[in-house]
C-alpha cells in the first residue's frame, strides 16, 4: 500500500490495456528457442547468446514448442544493453524442473543480472534457513549506499515434472514476484534504480555460485519463452502474459474494470485509481472514441465519502476522510463507452487501532527495575554503576564501577577547544536529569542541551552556528580521549581487530565501544548528517598517546565554507550498562522444550502461537492456555516469539500502514504460510521510528495480559539505517546533502517499553540480532541471545568455537559482565551441518567446553542434546544458581601444571565447580592443584574425565583436545 503526504489534483486515473491474450507493449527482448537457437527473436539490442551448444543436438520440449535445457559450467547470456532496463522492468520465464522440487536444499537460480559491480539482480530459490524463491536486487554492495530489496515465496512454486512461469517485475517503488500469472510475493523500493547498460543477464544457469553444500551440477531445468519489459508490469498484463502462453489459454479471462483502493492514514485520504484490463480489440477500439468513468466510496457506517463522475485521464482521486473508522470502506466504479459498461468493486479495510495516537517520545518516563534513581551534586550525576561530571555540553568524566574512563575531557575541537559556560539544570527526576548551556567554538556561537537517564545513558544536542556573514571551517573534530587501560577491545557494533596502537575508519559508524571485560565507553551519532570528510581521509580515528587512547571523530575534514547552523546529536554510555542478573546461571535455556532439565524456551516461530509470525495473539487462545499451563507443571517458561524490525507482509495492520512502517533497507524473510489457509506470506522491514512499534507494544501488552507465555523474545533486534521521510527518518544537512538516519533513539524507546510492559507483568524480555548489541537500547534486555551469524562458518569445522573465534570475541561479545546483560551462545552445529554434526558428541563438547571456559551459558539447540543435558545435571547438582563465575584470565584459587590448559571456576562458599578447557590440538595431561600449598581441598570427577585420579589435594587427568572436563573441588 502506498501513503502519499502530497498527492495530484483530483481526477481519475485510466491506463489503457492491450488486447485480450495479447503480448503487453513494451517488449525489448524474446527468446522462445523454437528455432533450435539461444538466439532471441526480438532484441532491442544485440541478440546473440554466448550458449555454445547446439540445440538441435540436445532437444528440449518447451512450455510452446522448444525449450532450453543446459548442463553445467554452461551460460546463456545476453548483453543488457538495450535489451534490459535496470531501472524498470519485468523478466518472464516458464520454468520446468526435470530431477528436483523446491524443497531439494539447493540453490536454483532462474535470472542473473551483473550489469556492474555494486548492482546484483537475481531470480533465484534460496535454500539456507528461511528458504524462498526471490526476487533480489542489491545496489551499492560495501557502500554508504548499500540497498537490498526482495520480494520473496514459497518453494514449493517449484515441482518436479511440471511448468511454472514466473515474472520478477522492479521499478522505482517495489519489487514484485509472481508465479502462474499471481502475484505471490512484493517488496517496496525506496529510491529509483540506477539504469545501467554494461555487463550482461543470464538465463537458469546451472550451479551459479559452484557451492559445494549447496550447488547442484546435476540439476536439470527446462527453460521457455523468456521475455523482458521496459516496465515493470501489472498484476493484469502479467495474467495476460501467462494466458497468452499457458497451452488453451484462460478461458474465464475477460475485460474487466480494476479499482484500487489505497490509504493515507496520517493525512486522512484515500488514493482511488481505476484502469482497464485484459481488453479485448472491440473493447479497445469502444474506449478510444471516448469513454466516462463513476466512482462513489462509502466510509463503514455507509455515508458518502465521495462520488464522481468525470473523463478518463492520468491523474488520481484523493478521497478526504474526515474521521477514521474501524471496518471497511467500499468503492464502486463503472466505466461506459459506447453503451457499453465495465464495473468494479473494491474495499479497503480499516483495521482496529487501539495502539494509536503513537508515543513519539522515546525519553524514560520512570526507573525501572534493577536499576536506581538518578542523583545530582552540581555538576555531577550519579548514576546506578558511577559518576558523569558536565561541566559543560559534553562530559568531562564518567566512571563505571569506580573507575574513571576518561583520561581527559570530551571535546569539540576546531582550532582550538570548545569553551563552555556553566550549564543550567532545566529538568531534574529520578529518571532523567536535564541540563542546558552555551559555548563559544571560535567563531562559532554554540548552544546545547544534555540529557542523563537511569541507566547511564547521556546524549548531547549541539548547534553550532555561524557569524551572520559566514565563516570557513578548516576542520571540527570530536575528541574522546579514554584511559589506556579499558580501551582493550573494540566492538562496532561486534568485536573488531584492534592493536592497541592505531586504527582508522574510512566511513561514518553509528555505534563504537572500547572497553575491556568489565568497563567501557560506547558512543554513537544517529547520521552523517553534516560531516564532511575529505578525499581519503578516515571518519574516524584511534590513536595510543602515552597511557591514553584518544578517539577522533573527523566531523569536518575537509575544508568548507558555513552559512547555516550545523547540528550534531552524539550519545554516550559507560558499561556494563545494568547489574548483572543473578539468575544467569540459572536460566537453562533451550530452543523447545525437549531438552531435559531445560526451563527456558522460545515459543511462537513461523506458526506458533498466531495466525501470522511474531504476531505474539493467540490464534487458539484456549490451546495456548493448555500448552503453557503443562510446561509450567514440568518447570518450564517459554518466551513468546516476535520481531523488533519486521513484520508479517500480509497482516491487516501492515496492509493499511505499509508505507509509514516501511524500512525500505531491512530484511525480508519469506517461504512463511499463514493459519488456518496456508496462504503465503513474507516478513518484512519496519522501523523503530515508524507507529510500527506502538502496534508491538500493543501486542506484548495483550499477550502479557493472557499470559500466553513467561515473557517476549524479539528477533531483527539490531539497527538499520532509514530514509523514509514518512515517519521522519533521513536527513538533508546544512550542505545540501542527503542520507540516512540510525533510528537509535526510537529504537531504545520501543526496547524500553516492552522492557517495561514485561517487568510490570512479572516477565522477561530476551533479544537477538547475531552479535550487533547496541548499548543504549539492548540495556533493556534481560537475555541477549548472539551466535545464529556462524550458521554456515561452522558447517565442516568440528572444532569451530575453539579454532575460528577469538578471544576477544568471546571476552566481548558473549561475556555477560563485559555488557551487564546476561548472554547466551547459540551454538548452530545443526542448523546446516546435517544430523551428523549433531548426533557426533565431538563438535558439541567443543563447543560447550569452550562457553563453560568463559562462563557463557547456552541457548541449546542446534547442539547434541544428550552432551548439554550431561552438563546442565553437573550444574543443577553442584547448585551453579547465585554462584560466582570466575574466569581463567582472573582466578587464583587452583593452579594447572600445564599453562596450555585453562581453568575457569563457579564459586561458592566450600565448593567450587572447575572447568579445564583444552585449546589446542594435542591431549593434556595436567595436575591441579590448590593455589595456597597448605589449602586442604577434595576434588571429584564431574564430566568428561574417564582417567581421573585424586591424591590428597591434588587432581590428575587428561583434557583431550579441544575438549574441557569438568571437576568439582570442595573445601575452604
Known amino acids: ?227 523482458v519489459f521496459d516496465h515493470a508490469l501489472t498484476d493484469e498484463e502479467v495474467l495476460d502474459l501467462y494466458a497468452a502462453d499457458i497451452p488453451g489459454g484462460l478461458a474465464a479471462l475477460e475485460p474487466k474494470l480494476v ?105 524514560a518516563d520512570r526507573v525501572l527495575e534493577p536499576w536506581t534513581p538518578l542523583a545530582r551534586d552540581g555538576q555531577t550525576v550519579r548514576y546506578w554503576n558511577g559518576e558523569i561530571t558536565l561541566a559543560g555540553a559534553l562530559p568531562d568524566q564518567i566512571t563505571s564501577g569506580g573507575q574513571p574512563l576518561l583520561a581527559g575531557p570530551i571535546r569539540f575541537v576546531a582550532e582550538a577547544p570548545a569553551t563552555w559556560s556553566s550549564p543550567r539544570v532545566t529538568e531534574e527526576q529520578p529518571w532523567r536529569i536535564t541540563v542546558e548551556g552555551t559555548g563559544q567554538l571560535g567563531e562559532l556561537s554554540v548552544t546545547s542541551t544534555t540529557l542523563v537517564e537511569f541507566d547511564g545513558l547521556i546524549r548531547t544536542d549541539v548547534t553550532l552556528t555561524p557569524p551572520a556573514e559566514g565563516m570557513q571551517i578548516p576542520a571540527l573534530t570530536l575528541e574522546i580521549p579514554l584511559r589506556a587501560e579499558f580501551a582493550t577491545y573494540y ?124 504476531r505474539l495473539i493467540a490464534f487458539d487462545p484456549a490451546g495456548q492456555r493448555k500448552l503453557v499451563d503443562t510446561w509450567r507443571a514440568d518447570g518450564k517458561e517459554s518466551l513468546s516469539y516476535s520481531c523488533a524490525q519486521c513484520t508479517a507482509g500480509s497482516s491487516p495492520e501492515y496492509l493499511f500502514f505499509a508505507d509509514e512502517w516501511n524500512q525500505p533497507y531491512g530484511a525480508t524473510f519469506s517461504g512463511y504460510k499463514r493459519v488456518p489457509d496456508d496462504a503465503p506470506y513474507s516478513i518484512v522491514p519496519v522501523c523503530p521510528r515508524s507507529t510500527f512499534p506502538d502496534f508491538l507494544v500493543w501486542c506484548v501488552t495483550e499477550n502479557l495480559r493472557n499470559d500466553w507465555g513467561g515473557g517476549i523474545y524479539t528477533d531483527i533486534d539490531g539497527a538499520t539505517p532509514c530514509d523514509n521521510a514518512l515517519h521522519g527518518c533521513g536527513f538533508t544537512d546544512a550542505f545540501g546533502r542527503t542520507g540516512r538516519t540510525w533510528p537509535l533513539y526510537a529504537h531504545r524507546g520501543l526496547s524500553r517499553r516492552i522492557y517495561a510492559a514485561c517487568h510490570d507483568a512479572g516477565k522477561f524480555y530476551f533479544a537477538h540480532a547475531h552479535s550487533n548489541w547496541y548499548s543504549l537500547f539492548n540495556a533493556f534486555n534481560d537475555g541477549w541471545c548472539p551466535g545464529e551469524q556462524y550458521s554456515t562458518a561452522v558447517v565442516g569445522k568440528p572444532n569451530f568455537y575453539m579454532d575460528d573465534i577469538p578471544d576477544r570475541v568471546w571476552r566481548t561479545e558473549f561475556h555477560s559482565p563485559t555488557t551487564g546483560v546476561a548472554t547466551f551462545l547459540l551454538p548452530e552445529m545443526g542448523r546446516f551441518g546435517g544430523k551428523d554434526s549433531v548426533d557426533d558428541r565431538g563438535p558439541s563438547e567443543c563447543c560447550i567446553s569452550a562457553a563453560l571456559c568463559y562462563g557463557v551459558p547456552l541457548w541449546a539447540g542446534a547442539i547434541n542434546r544428550t552432551v548439554v543435558e550431561e552438563v546442565w545435571a553437573v550444574q543443577q547438582e553442584f547448585g551453579i544458581a547465585g554462584a560466582e563465575f570466575v574466569p581463567f584470565w582472573k582466578q587464583q584459587d587452583l593452579v594447572a601444571s600445564d599453562p596450555a590448559v585453562r581453568v575457569s571456576l563457579w564459586r561458592k562458599p566450600g565448593s567450587r565447580l572447575v572447568v579445564l578447557a583444552n585449546f589446542t590440538d594435542t591431549d593434556r595431561t595436567v595436575e591441579l592443584r590448590p593455589a595456597q600449598a597448605d589449602a586442604k581441598l577434595q576434588t571429584r570427577a564431574a564430566w568428561n574425565a574417564p582417567d581421573f585420579a585424586a591424591d590428597g589435594s591434588t587432581a590428575r587427568l587428561t583434557v583431550k583436545a579441544k575438549r574441557g572436563s569438568l571437576l568439582v573441588v570442595t573445601g575452604p
Open 1 to 227: 500500500m502506498h501513503l502519499r503526504h502530497v498527492l495530484p489534483a483530483l481526477g481519475l486515473a485510466c491506463v489503457l490495456a492491450t488486447p485480450l491474450y495479447a503480448i503487453p507493449p513494451g517488449l525489448l527482448f524474446h527468446v522462445s528457442f523454437d528455432k533450435l537457437t539461444p538466439d532471441a527473436d526480438v532484441a532491442k539490442g544485440d541478440g546473440h547468446s554466448s550458449f555454445a551448444a547446439s540445440l538441435e543436438l540436445r532437444p528440449a520440449e518447451g512450455v510452446k514448442g522448444a525449450g532450453l535445457l543446459q548442463q553445467a559450467g554452461e551460460r546463456c547470456s545476453y548483453s543488457i544493453a538495450g535489451n534490459f532496463d535496470t531501472s524498470q522492468g519485468s523478466y518472464s520465464v516458464w520454468v520446468k524442473p526435470l530431477n528436483w522440487d523446491g524443497h531439494g536444499g539447493k540453490f536454483r537460480h532462474i535470472l542473473v543480472a551483473d550489469p556492474a559491480p555494486g548492482y546484483t539482480m537475481l531470480l533465484y530459490l534460496y535454500p539456507i534457513g528461511d528458504e524462498a524463491v526471490m526476487n533480489y536486487i542489491r545496489v551499492g554492495a560495501n557502500t554508504p549506499d548499500d540497498a537490498t530489496w526482495r520480494a520473496g515465496c514459497p518453494v514449493d512454486i517449484f515441482k518436479k515434472g511440471e511448468w511454472t512461469h514466473l515474472v520478477s517485475t522492479w521499478d522505482a517503488t517495489a519489487v514484485r514476484l509472481y508465479a502462474n500469472g499471481q502475484r505471490v510475493a512484493e517488496g517496496l523500493v525506496s529510491s529509483p534504480l540506477p539504469k545501467l547498460t554494461t555487463g550482461t543477464f543470464t538465463i537458469c544457469p546451472v550451479d551459479f555460485w559452484k557451492n559445494a553444500q549447496w550447488g547442484d551440477r546435476d540439476e536439470q531445468t527446462v527453460c521457455d519463452e523468456v521475455r
Open 259 to 363: 479499482l484500487d483502493l489505497k490509504p493515507d492514514y496520517f493525512a486522512n485520504a484515500i488514493s482511488a485509481t481505476v484502469r482497464p484490463a485484459h481488453l479485448s480489440d472491440e473493447w479497445r477500439a469502444r474506449i478510444a472514441k471516448g469513454a466516462a468513468v463513476s466512482l462513489t466510496v462509502r466510509d463503514p457506517a455507509g455515508t458518502v465519502l465521495l462520488t464522481r463522475t468525470g473523463k478518463l485521464d492520468d491523474g488520481r482521486i484523493t478521497v478526504p476522510v474526515k474521521d477514521w473508522r474501524d471496518g471497511d470502506y467500499a468503492a464502486e466504479a463503472d466505466l461506459t463507452a459506447d453503451d457499453q459498461s465495465l464495473k468494479a468493486r473494491a474495499k479497503l479495510t480499516k483495521p482496529p487501532t487501539p495502539w494509536l495516537p503513537p508515543q513519539k517520545d522515546w525519553r
Open 491 to 614: 566492538r562496532n557494533p561486534a568485536c573488531r581487530d584492534w592493536d592497541g596502537k592505531a586504527l582508522d575508519e574510512v566511513a561514518f559508524l553509528p555505534y563504537a565501544w572500547l572497553g575491556n571485560e568489565e568497563r567501557g565507553l560506547s558512543w554513537f551519532m544517529e547520521s552523517a548528517a553534516n560531516w564532511r570528510i575529505a578525499e581519503k581521509q578516515p571518519a574516524m580515528t584511534f590513536r595510543r598517546e602515552g597511557d591514553t587512547v584518544v578517539v577522533r571523530l573527523r566531523l569536518i575534514s575537509d575544508p568548507v565554507q558555513v552559512t547555516k547552523p550545523l547540528t550534531y546529536t552524539v550519545g554516550f554510555e559507560a558499561t556494563p550498562v545494568r547489574p548483572l542478573s543473578l539468575r544467569l546461571y540459572e536460566w537453562r535455556f533451550a530452543s523447545g522444550p525437549q531438552f531435559k532439565g531445560s526451563n527456558l524456551f522460545v515459543y511462537g516461530w513461523s506458526q506458533q502461537i498466531s495466525y501470522l509470525n511474531s
